[in-house]
């Protein structure tokens, strides 16, 4: 265990998170999405668990360390439900208060249609898979940046 540091965040989701850089992406998966696959095509080449908790908790918990980026109007994206895209279920209602509360403020998710949503993945630093059992359980994170303190 580390002090400060959410018990979730395993040695190889530190590692990955401490390893992605500035506009890289991070996706945080629900049971069924093809996560091994679609991890394969990553930067990092390999599937990260997130086992047994909520995408609310694991997305709390990588923001807990992870600032969003501020450049971006997708920094912070959700899979749009198939045939009712401005349908906002209750994990991702969950996981968009987790965003609200690490950045202290409103953020709000931007939706991406399941299949751009799979290419988004494909193309991100890593995929980590959660115990999520909820339909459209999925989201994308952009990476930012920690400013240098104030002199």
């Known amino acids: ?35 091994d696959s679609v991890a394969r095509e990553t930067c990092l080449g390999e599937l ?7 995408a609310a908790e694991a ?4 923001l807990s360390v992870m600032p969003l980026d501020s450049f971006v109007d997708d920094a912070a994206a959700r899979m749009e439900i198939v045939g009712a895209p401005t349908e906002i279920p209750p994990v991702q209602q969950e996981v968009q208060q987790a965003i609200d509360a690490a950045e202290g403020r409103s953020w709000p998710m931007v939706s991406i ?9 494909k193309q991100a630093y890593c995929v980590i898979q959660t115990g999520e059992r909820r339909f459209y ?15």
Do not use: Q
Not at 12 to 26: E, I, K, Q, T
Not at 113 to 121: G, S
């Open 1 to 35: 265990m580390l002090k400060g540091i959410s018990p979730l965040l395993n040695a190889d989701v530190l590692y990955a998170l401490r390893a992605m850089g500035h506009g890289d992406d991070l996706i945080i998966a629900d049971t069924n999405f093809p996560s």
């Open 48 to 54: 990260l668990r997130i086992d047994n908790v909520s």
């Open 59 to 62: 997305a709390a918990a990588v």
């Open 113 to 121: 249609e399941r299949n751009a949503f799979y290419e988004r993945a």
């Open 137 to 151: 359980g999925c989201f994308a994170f952009r990476k930012g940046v920690i400013p240098p303190d104030a002199a």
